[in-house]
């Protein structure tokens, strides 16, 4: 996959996904209850957009926002990779939320906040530079719902399984196909794409 750790990463990706199973069995954060299966299906897929993380040229200094992070994909993985970047993670279900304040407490990182709203109350004093998401119904729902957020020249990034053309026509007055990068994620079956798209001038 391209992805180099070291061994603090690894030890907090690790500990975040046991700790992810533990409250799993309480808390209902994923469908995924065996442990093998969430280092695959999460963590790995949370962890195939860090190339194209590594290949921007606007980092470290971005602000980025995961909307309906859940129980903290892809925000929790990719702030223990980039310590240099301040991450917001918003979900509007309390469980959830509680979890993450658990996870960054747990293990140290002082570069995420956690939000305990839906994402049209946020009002961030700040806007973003990027906007991701792994689990957005749509790309319109995504960009109309999210556009509040997003600073002037920032980019949605939304991952996505099989390239989403029927998504696209809709927005496409508005909205611009940046890139489409095809992501490996090992151990895992099925496409996966992440779509970078700015809104139109």
């Known amino acids: 996959m391209s992805v180099a750790l070291n061994e603090n ?6 500990a975040y996904v046991q700790e992810f199973e533990k409250w799993n069995k309480a808390y209902n954060l994923s469908a995924v209850r065996d442990i093998r ?11 195939s957009v860090v190339p194209w993380f590594r290949r921007e040229k606007k ?3 971005a602000r980025i926002i995961d909307v309906g992070t859940g129980g903290g994909l892809p925000g929790i993985p990719l702030a223990i990779m980039f310590p240099e970047i301040a991450f917001t993670l918003l979900d509007s279900n309390g469980k959830k939320t509680r979890f993450l304040f658990h996870v960054k407490t747990l293990l140290g990182l ?12 946020f009002q961030p004093a700040q ?10 119904a749509s790309l319109q729902d995504m960009t109309d719902g999210c ?7 920032g980019l949605f990034v939304a991952m996505k399984g099989l390239f989403p053309q029927d998504e696209l026509a ?16 090992a151990e895992t079956d099925g496409e996966r ?3 970078v798209l700015q809104p139109r001038p």
């Open 193 to 195: 794409h992440l779509l």
């Open 59 to 61: 980092f470290p200094a």
């Open 147 to 153: 556009a509040h957020l997003l600073a002037e020249q």
């Open 127 to 136: 806007k973003f530079d990027l906007v991701i998401s792994r689990a957005f």
């Open 110 to 121: 002082t570069n995420v906040s956690v939000e305990n709203r839906r994402v049209e109350e």
């Open 9 to 14: 990463q690894i030890e907090k990706l690790l």
């Open 170 to 185: 809709p927005i496409a007055d508005k909205i611009e196909l940046i890139d489409s990068i095809k992501l490996q994620v």
């Open 37 to 47: 299966q969430m280092v695959a299906r999460h963590l790995l897929d949370s962890l």
